[in-house]
């Protein structure tokens, strides 16, 4: 049997060559990204690397080091590449986004739009972000609040992106997808739900519940004590609270907030009954203005919403996540959701903090952007709790 201690220094001395070699690569890939920097070639060739991974593979000699060998110099190249997305930042090759920082987005006419009626909590969002004052108009969906800004009927949308307790709201996340409409702020708020019924109702009294599908999922441990009552899902709980003042059935009662009661003369029957006493909902602040075509932000936009889609091989998805590990970006949020008309594979939404301005935010999104099949800044925005 061999020493161990000598099987152990043998391989100190190769991992040593190793390094050397590797160092010597880096430097030639330099000389690589130079020749691209001036040729205006881009720095993904995936015909390429394909190439020379499947030469390199064949070199080796069984199953497991071919996979390794593999895996490897995916690695190697990979590194490469967020090299000289470096050194064509600091060339000046690699434009950030282009964006127009502002000081102060909103003027004092501007009209915004939210989904609901009045007393959502969306309406709650939008006052709480623009002011009491704000000049407002409810729709029915959120497509049609993203058509308003489209078609510039109305300057700015507030739509509920996720929840705390019961996650995101699948669909906001896949209109940002379809429209060109981009993200600007956001506003979280604290959501208390009631059950709220007619002046002269009780508890005792109700047997259908109304309201959104996640206020009922965010109330599903005090619903489940009531396992007599029907859940009936409403477009919001702004509009649970109207039918049940409309319809004027003592055994309805709604959920939502103890403004929407007011709002509609309505009584809590119980307050309180969310499943978890720290329930929130995030609602991001969407625009289409432009400026000479360009998007706006606020100087102090901290915070990037991104999606990208990446090709349905292994490793991909670690690939794109690299470039934020390299550049030393916090991730604080991944989501994903199916691709339409793809079936089994998915987008990704990510955000991250930094500015459009930092070089490394400049570089992860440079090489996302060259790999991704595809890559959209969903926009950027101060994260007011940071």
């Known amino acids: 049997m061999e020493d161990l201690q000598k099987l152990r220094e043998e391989i100190d001395r190769i991992d040593n060559q190793i390094v050397e070699l590797y160092e010597q690569r880096m430097k030639i890939a330099e000389g690589v990204a130079r020749f691209k920097i001036a040729t205006g070639k881009?720095?993904?060739?995936k015909e390429r690397e394909t190439s020379k991974l499947k030469n390199l593979s064949a070199k080796a000699t069984s199953d497991f080091t071919k996979t390794g060998i593999m895996e490897l110099f995916e690695q190697i190249m990979a590194v490469s590449r967020k090299r000289q997305y470096q050194l064509m930042n600091e060339n000046g090759t690699a434009e950030p986004p282009a964006f127009i920082a502002l000081?102060?987005?909103?003027t004092p006419n501007a009209k915004i739009v939210f989904q609901g009626l009045e007393g959502a909590y969306s309406q709650q969002a939008m006052m709480e972000y623009f002011g009491t004052q704000c000049d407002s108009y409810p729709v029915e969906t959120w497509k049609d609040a993203m058509d308003a800004i489209k078609s510039g009927q109305a300057d700015f949308a507030v739509l509920p992106i996720?929840?705390?307790?019961?996650?995101?709201?699948?669909?906001?996340?896949?209109?940002?997808?379809?429209?060109?409409?981009?993200?600007?702020?956001?506003?979280?708020?604290?959501?208390?739900?009631a059950l709220i019924g007619l002046p002269e109702a009780k508890t005792d009294d109700i047997n259908c519940v109304y309201s959104h599908p996640q206020a009922l999922m965010q109330c599903g441990e005090y619903l489940y004590a009531h396992?007599?009552?029907?859940?009936?899902?409403?477009?919001?709980t702004a509009m649970a609270a109207k039918k049940i003042k409309d319809d004027g059935n003592v055994h309805h009662a709604a959920i939502a907030s103890a403004l929407t009661a007011g709002i509609y003369g309505l009584k809590i029957l119980d307050g309180n009954i969310?499943?978890?006493?720290?329930?929130?909902?995030?609602?991001?602040?969407?625009?289409?203005?432009?400026?000479?075509?360009?998007?706006?932000?606020?100087?102090?936009?901290n915070r990037i919403s991104i999606c990208?889609?990446?090709?349905?091989?292994?490793?991909?998805?670690?690939?794109?996540?690299?470039?934020?590990?390299?550049?030393?970006?916090n991730m604080t949020n991944i989501q994903s959701r199916p691709i339409k008309d793809k079936n089994w594979e998915y987008r990704f939404f990510i955000d991250i903090e930094g500015s459009l301005e930092d070089s490394s935010v400049i570089n992860a999104l440079k090489g996302i952007q060259e790999e991704a099949v595809s890559m959209k800044i969903l926009g950027t925005y101060y994260k007011i709790n940071s």
């Open 227 to 236: 396992p007599d009552w029907d859940k009936i899902s409403m477009k919001n």
């Open 42 to 45: 881009k720095v993904f060739d």
């Open 162 to 193: 996720e929840n705390s307790s019961a996650g995101i709201v699948s669909e906001n996340y896949d209109l940002l997808v379809e429209y060109d409409n981009y993200i600007i702020g956001e506003q979280i708020i604290d959501i208390c739900h």
């Open 308 to 329: 990208f889609e990446v090709s349905h091989t292994s490793g991909a998805l670690y690939h794109m996540l690299s470039h934020f590990i390299y550049n030393n970006i």
């Open 103 to 106: 000081d102060d987005f909103v």
């Open 274 to 301: 969310s499943n978890s006493e720290n329930n929130a909902t995030r609602f991001i602040i969407v625009t289409n203005k432009r400026i000479d075509s360009k998007r706006i932000c606020q100087k102090k936009a």
